[in-house]
C-alpha cells in the first residue's frame, strides 16, 4: 500500500504542486524561515513577507547580528513575535555552534530556539533529504482518512498511527516531496470540511471516501472549555490620529498593536487609573471568541498623551492588529 500511495501523492507534487517561492530554493536558511513563517499562519499571509524578509536577513549570520526589534520589525503582520524573536536567537546560535549553517540533522534542529518536531521534520526533509515524516494537522487529517482511522485529532493513538505510515512513506529518495505533497492534499483537496475527493490523488485508496464518509475521519477535538477575560480600551484621538500602543512580544497577541489597554475583573479601573482620570461611559462593546477565552471588551473615550512603545496612527486599521484590536475601533469610531 505505502509504494502505490507514494506513487501517487510524487506524481500529484509534480503535477499540481502549489507554486510557492520557497519550494524554488534549495537553501536551507531560506527553507527554514519559511517553515517559522507557516506556523500558524496562512500561505497566503506568508507570501508578500518571505521575499521582504530575506531582503533584509539573506543568510543566517545576517539575521544573528541584526537587533532584534528590526527582526520584530520586518515580521510585522506575520503575528506571534515570539517566532520572530526565536529565529532570531535561533540564528545567534547556529553562528556560534554550527558556524553559520543550519544543520541536517532532525535532533540538532529540535534543539534550535523555536522548533518542534514538525518544523525539524520539514526542514531535514525538504532541504536535506533526510527521510522523515513532518507531521501537521493536514498530515493527520490526509491519512486518518485514507487509512479510516478511529479516533479524535488529538488522540495519542491515532497521531501515532499516522506517524507510523507517514515514517513508512517517507521511506524513500523523495522525502520532501511526499512531505509536501501530504500537505498540499491537505491544504487544497482533503480540506475538514467539504473535502474535493474526486481530483484526489489518494481517491482509490482512501477508506473513508469508499465508505461515503470522509468527513467523520479524524473525530473532532475535545473542546476546550473556554475562560472569562474582560478588557478595557481607551479611544484616545489627535485630529484624525488614534493612539495605540504595542503589546508585549510575550503572551497573548505578542507584538501586535491595540488602543491602550487593561485587563481582568476590574479593567475600566485599572485603565483608569494607568490614564489618570476616570472613565465614563464605555462608547462601544464587543463580543470576541479565542480558542481558550470568551472575551467581552468595552472601548472609552480618554485623553493622554504618547507614552513609550505608543504611537499615534492616522491610519490606524493599517496598523498590524490583532482582530480584537481592529473590532474595537471600528466598532468605537462607528
Not at 525539524?120 to 493527520?140: K, L
Request: aromatic share 6%.
Amino acid at each position: 500500500m505505502e509504494a502505490r500511495l507514494r506513487a501517487a501523492l510524487l506524481a500529484f507534487y509534480r503535477m499540481s504542486a502549489r507554486d510557492l517561492p520557497w519550494r524554488r530554493t534549495s537553501d536551507p536558511y531560506a527553507i527554514w524561515v519559511s517553515e517559522v513563517m507557516l506556523q500558524q499562519t496562512q500561505v497566503k499571509t506568508v507570501l508578500p513577507r518571505f521575499a521582504e524578509f530575506l531582503r533584509r536577513f539573506p543568510d543566517v549570520r545576517a539575521l544573528a547580528s541584526a537587533d532584534e526589534i528590526e527582526v520584530c520589525e520586518t515580521w510585522a503582520g506575520l503575528g506571534y513575535y515570539r517566532r520572530a524573536r526565536n529565529l532570531h536567537e535561533a540564528a545567534v546560535v547556529l553562528v556560534e555552534r554550527f558556524d553559520g549553517a543550519v544543520p541536517s540533522s532532525e535532533s540538532a534542529l529540535r534543539r534550535l530556539p523555536g522548533i518542534g518536531d514538525y518544523t525539524a521534520a520539514a526542514v531535514a526533509s525538504i532541504a536535506f533529504g533526510r527521510r522523515t515524516a513532518a507531521i501537521d494537522g493536514n498530515v493527520v487529517r490526509v491519512l486518518s482518512r485514507v487509512l479510516a482511522l478511529p479516533g479524535r485529532a488529538d488522540d495519542p493513538g491515532l497521531i501515532n498511527a499516522v506517524k507510523k505510515q507517514a515514517r513508512l512513506l517517507v521511506d524513500c529518495d523523495q522525502p520532501g516531496e511526499v512531505n509536501q505533497a501530504l500537505m498540499d492534499v491537505g491544504a487544497t483537496l482533503c480540506r475538514p470540511e467539504s473535502p474535493t475527493c474526486l481530483p484526489c490523488p489518494l481517491r482509490r485508496s482512501c477508506r473513508a471516501y469508499q465508505k461515503g464518509t470522509p468527513t467523520a475521519y479524524p473525530g473532532k477535538k475535545t473542546k476546550a472549555s473556554r475562560k472569562n477575560l474582560n478588557i478595557a480600551f481607551a479611544l484616545i484621538e489627535r485630529g484624525t490620529s488614534i493612539l495605540l500602543e504595542q503589546r508585549a512580544l510575550d503572551g497573548l497577541w505578542a507584538g501586535l498593536w491595540e488602543l491602550p489597554s487593561a485587563s481582568g475583573t476590574s479593567a475600566k479601573i485599572i485603565l483608569g487609573a494607568r490614564l489618570g482620570q476616570t472613565l465614563g461611559r464605555p462608547v462601544a462593546r464587543i463580543v470576541h471568541e479565542l480558542t481558550h477565552r470568551h472575551v467581552v471588551a468595552k472601548v472609552y473615550r480618554a485623553t493622554a498623551g504618547k507614552q513609550p512603545g505608543q504611537k499615534w496612527w492616522p491610519d490606524p486599521l493599517a496598523a498590524p492588529l490583532s482582530s480584537l484590536a481592529r473590532k474595537a475601533i471600528i466598532a468605537a469610531r462607528g
